[in-house]
């Protein structure tokens, strides 16, 4: 099958009988930013829609996020979704639950760090997420250079344990071995996704890898947000683009399913 070309494309696939994959970054995908990370509302009507989406996939629906998954159901709430968490480091599958992989003993040294850091700066933001810590500083931004300068010098200090991903207004380090593209990669091979066409959407730079392994696998991506380098070959404006998408192509689902008796 060839690659889809449009985002109209990925509708006309499905309305001819192609099974889609939804795999949604949150922040800035689903969800407007915020200046801080527990200040983002769910648009209304988001969490019903997704949860019908959800049915009509047949259950191959992701967020994909480096949120929690605990997170994820709280601002989704009573919804509980496939969700890839930290980066792939949590991973709940069709209700289950994985084991969350091991925190890298250089996450725990730098801690101190920056936690010590966060409070000699006012408008610093540490997000403690257990198996990743994310520096915010959209409060802040002229901390930028030393909240690089910090980050960069404890992945380096790292001797490989760690790696750092500069995102919107934060730096996160996290332990290497995951990404979003390994963590869309495992549901990919697992049911109910195995044979889908991938659709991956996000608009940070950790979202990269999983565009890069949904390009692979023939599926179709969009970065959200102003244009940039990426690997995404396709673009929504924003968030309310997102969910405008989503709304059609609950229709089209609607109407595969009502004609054929399920996708």
Known sequence: MQQPDSLDRI??????????????????????????????????????????????LGGRLAIVTGRRVAVIDHYLAPLRLSVAGLHGFEMRLDGEMAPSLACAAELAEARPRL?????????????????????????????????KALTGAIRDASAGG???????????????????????ADLMARSPFTGALPVFFGDDVTDEAGFRVVNAAGGATARVGAPRPTAA?????????VLDWLERLHEVLSGATTERGGL
């Open 11 to 56: 509708l006309d696939l499905v309305a001819g009988g192609t099974r889609p994959a939804l795999f949604l970054d949150f922040d800035g995908t689903l969800v407007e930013l915020a200046p801080e990370p527990d200040a983002v509302r769910p648009a209304p009507g988001l969490v019903p829609l997704l949860a019908s989406l959800s049915q009509l």
């Open 115 to 147: 936690a010590a850091f966060e409070r000699s700066w006012p408008g610093l933001r540490l997000e403690d997420k257990g198996l990743t810590l994310a520096l915010h500083y959209r409060e802040a931004p002229e901390a930028e250079p030393a909240v």
């Open 162 to 184: 760690l790696k750092l991903i500069h995102g919107k207004m934060v730096d996160e380090l996290l332990p290497v071995g995951r990404d979003k593209g390994r963590a869309i």
């Open 233 to 241: 070959r396709l673009a929504f404006a924003g968030v309310a683009a």
